[in-house]
C-alpha cells in the first residue's frame, strides 16, 4: 500500500514492526445523565471503561460477571480491538488511568495518574 506524507509533500510508507497500544480511559459525572449514552450497562455506565480495559488486555472482565452490552445488545467496540490484537498482536497493551472509578484487575501495564475522577 502507498501513502502520501503531508508534511513533507512526498510518497511514504507504514513503519516497519508491531504497534502498541494505548488506552486512555476515563469517567466523568456526563454519563450520569439519563439517555446520554448507549454505551454500557444502565446504572454501570461508570464502570464501562473498565471492563473494556479487561476485556482489550485479557479477552475477558473480572469486574464483572460478562462483557457490558447495551440493553438491545450491542457489545462494546473493544471486541473489535481485542480481534485486531488477535489477528496482529500489539506489542505491548497499556491502560492509561485519567480518572477511572473502578480500577481495571488482573493488568499489569496499567498507568495510573494522580488525577481524579472528573466532577
Do not use: W
Not at 446520554?36 to 476485556?55: F, H, N, R, S, V
Amino acid at each position: 500500500m502507498q501513502t502520501y506524507n503531508i508534511l513533507t509533500n512526498t510518497i511514504d510508507t507504514f513503519p516497519e514492526g508491531k504497534a502498541d497500544f494505548l488506552l486512555a480511559a476515563s469517567v466523568t459525572k456526563t454519563c450520569e445523565i439519563d439517555n446520554i449514552t448507549q454505551a454500557g450497562i444502565p446504572g454501570m455506565i461508570p464502570l464501562t471503561p473498565t471492563l473494556d480495559a479487561e476485556y482489550i488486555s485479557h479477552e475477558k472482565v473480572f469486574s464483572l460477571g460478562e462483557l457490558a452490552e447495551t440493553p438491545t445488545g450491542v457489545p462494546t467496540p473493544a471486541l473489535i480491538t481485542r480481534a485486531v490484537h488477535n489477528l496482529t498482536p500489539f506489542s505491548t497493551i497499556e491502560i492509561l488511568d485519567l480518572g477511572l472509578v473502578s480500577q481495571p484487575k488482573n493488568c499489569i501495564n496499567t498507568i495510573l495518574t494522580s488525577t481524579p475522577p472528573r466532577q
